[in-house]
């Protein structure tokens, strides 16, 4: 319970890793904001938090709207009578070569990747010092922000840009007792996956599942990633053992990428 009484904020929460991280965090004891383009179907996610014992609200909104981010940020305050925790979870991935990336997908994905950790950053910063005390950010990242991969450059791109932006945060968000890090998973079995590996096959021609049993199979640990492997990295960065530890992207990927 060493979370126990803190206020998390999950974006990304209805489905796969903020699913789990959500889940996590209420196990170690805190009370969650679920927040989600799908605010439909956090429902799941809720019952889920509700059966551990904590309490949880559900806020649909997209992580690109900065207004609508503060206002649940707000209604969290408000509602579960705090705020310590952010998960900036929610991200896309897109498959396409270099010569063909379209400008609406480098527009669409870098918003939603890149602007929308940001605005979760900057919304979290900003209340974690009206409310008078320190916090945790935390960054959804993955192994293409340490290491790059042929058809998807441009997710690549947008993680790499998301470390830059959590270190620099955490170098001006320590001295108000604020540590920002993220985590980058490697091939967990999510909805995202899903998504990869079918444009792979419409793209390469490859078999469904072939694309996705090619990268599990240079995992060192011998299998793909579940989202609760993730999640129990995130309960460490939400709780008090790593306060001496910010500004990292640590990789979590059972050894696929070495840095
Ligand atoms: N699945 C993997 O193998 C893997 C590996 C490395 C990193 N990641 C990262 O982990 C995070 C979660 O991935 P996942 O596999 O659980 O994906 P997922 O597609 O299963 O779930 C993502 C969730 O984010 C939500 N979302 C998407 N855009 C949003 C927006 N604009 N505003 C609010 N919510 C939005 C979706 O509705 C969905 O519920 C992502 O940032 C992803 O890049 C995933």
Redesign the pocket.
């Known amino acids: 319970m060493s979370i126990a009484g803190k206020v998390a904020f999950v974006?990304?929460?209805?489905?796969?890793?903020?699913q789990a991280i959500a889940l996590r965090l209420a196990q170690d004891g805190a009370d969650l904001a679920l927040?989600?383009?799908?605010g439909d179907?956090l429902g799941d996610t809720q019952t889920k938090v509700e059966a551990e014992g904590r309490r949880a609200i559900s806020i649909g909104?997209?992580?690109?709207d900065k207004a609508g981010f503060e206002a649940a940020v707000n209604r969290t305050v408000e509602e579960l009578g705090g705020f310590d925790i952010i998960v900036n979870?929610?991200?896309?991935?897109q498959v396409n070569s270099i010569e063909e990336i379209t400008e609406k997908e480098f527009d669409t994905i870098f918003n939603?990747?890149v602007k929308?950790v940001l605005i979760g950053t900057q919304v979290a910063a900003v209340k974690f010092k009206e409310l008078g005390h320190g916090g945790k950010i935390i960054n959804?990242?993955?192994?293409?922000a340490h290491e790059t991969y042929p058809m998807l450059g441009l997710?690549s791109a947008t993680?790499h840009a998301v470390r830059a932006i959590t270190s620099t945060a955490a170098k001006e968000l320590a001295s108000a007792g604020i540590t920002v890090n993220g985590y980058?998973?490697?091939?967990?079995?999510?909805?995202?996956?899903e998504?990869i590996d079918r444009r792979f096959a419409e793209l390469t021609g490859a078999e469904i599942g072939a694309t996705y049993k090619t990268y599990a199979g240079g995992i060192a640990l011998g299998r793909p990633?579940t989202?609760e492997d993730?999640a129990k990295f995130v309960s460490f960065l939400a709780g008090p053992d790593s306060d001496y530890m910010t500004g990292q992207t640590p990789l979590i990927d059972g050894g696929l990428v070495y840095r």
């Open positions: 974006t990304g929460a209805a489905q796969g890793i903020g927040f989600d383009l799908k179907t909104g997209d992580v690109t979870n929610a991200g896309i991935a939603i990747n929308g959804a990242n993955s192994i293409a997710y993680k980058s998973p490697g091939i967990v079995g999510t909805g995202m996956w998504e990633s989202p993730v």
